[in-house]
């Protein structure tokens, strides 16, 4: 195949994405079904892409403490201090800093 010379561009996306409005289960005459279900899906995949976001920060800032502590030898402990407390800081927020919605009782949905 012949190549037309131009370089290809980075391949990822440019813009943001919209978040949906967050939609809970259960309304307080019929518990368990949602008003909207296209709305609650919605929301449920935002929540995913959210966690996957957590998740792939905290391996980027793994791999640079991991890169630095085989750069620096003996001396990573006073060479990558502040690497290791970007990650330190990241991994001890609650969900490794995954963004989360404004729950009507956050109690009940702690810890995901």
């Not at 279900?37 to 980027?60: F, H, I, N, S």
């Not at 890169?67 to 003996?74: A, D, L, M, N, T």
């Not at 990241?90 to 109690?107: R, V």
Request: with cysteine.
């Amino acid at each position: 195949m012949a190549s037309s010379g131009a370089a290809e561009k980075p391949k990822f996306h440019e813009g943001r994405l919209k978040p949906y409005p967050h939609e809970e289960l259960g309304t307080p005459d019929a518990i368990g079904r949602a008003k909207d279900p296209v709305k609650y899906y919605l929301a449920a995949e935002q929540r995913a892409r959210e966690r996957q976001v957590a998740y792939e920060t905290v391996r980027l800032l793994r791999e640079d403490v991991i890169e630095c502590y085989r750069r620096e030898g003996v001396n990573h402990y006073d060479n990558c201090q502040q690497v290791v407390e970007r990650f330190y800081n990241q991994i001890t927020k609650k969900d490794m800093g995954q963004l989360h919605p404004q729950w009507k009782n956050p109690a009940k949905h702690d810890g995901w």
